[in-house]
């Protein structure tokens, strides 16, 4: 297994940081790394979607947890390569706000092999998403 965490804190309120996690619509703009993204359904467990990464082929992904104004986790499953790809997404009341927290874990028979090449290069974007919507949250409280 590989994983990745990355968190922040924020000024920004959990209510605009969900609105911005729920319309998918606004994933591009927050998440440098996407050229785009789209769910086939609410956003709720079992809804499917895809994603496409920036000079990819499209993902395909299925919500597997969702709990509103605190986490939601979304998996692709990759059987051709012996992997599963896991973002979990939480937010998390801290005295100086709201902290941000993106992870993402790599399993699969093929783990070990795949996930740190793969892994690299979502670990070297993370950062800079989260750091983008917790700006673009911020953005739409105090336009």
């Not at 994933?27 to 920036?54: M, N, R, S």
């Not at 000079?55 to 692709?76: H, I, W």
């Amino acid at each position: 297994m590989w994983t990745f965490e990355h968190s922040i804190v924020t000024q920004a309120k959990k209510e605009t940081i969900w609105a911005l996690y729920s319309d998918m619509r606004t994933w591009t703009a927050w998440d440098a790394g996407i050229e785009g993204a789209e769910l086939h359904g609410p956003f709720e467990v079992g809804t499917t979607g895809w994603l496409q990464p920036e000079g990819q082929e499209r993902l395909a992904f299925e919500l597997v947890e969702v709990m509103p104004m605190q986490r939601f986790s979304d998996l692709t499953r990759l059987p051709e390569a012996g992997i599963e790809i896991r973002f979990a997404h939480t937010l998390e009341t801290v005295n100086e706000g709201t902290r941000i927290t993106h992870r993402v874990t790599i399993d699969g028979p093929n783990a070990d092999e795949l996930g740190p090449a793969i892994g690299a290069g979502m670990a070297e974007g993370i950062p800079q998403t989260v750091a983008s919507l917790a700006a673009l949250a911020l953005r739409m409280e105090h336009p």
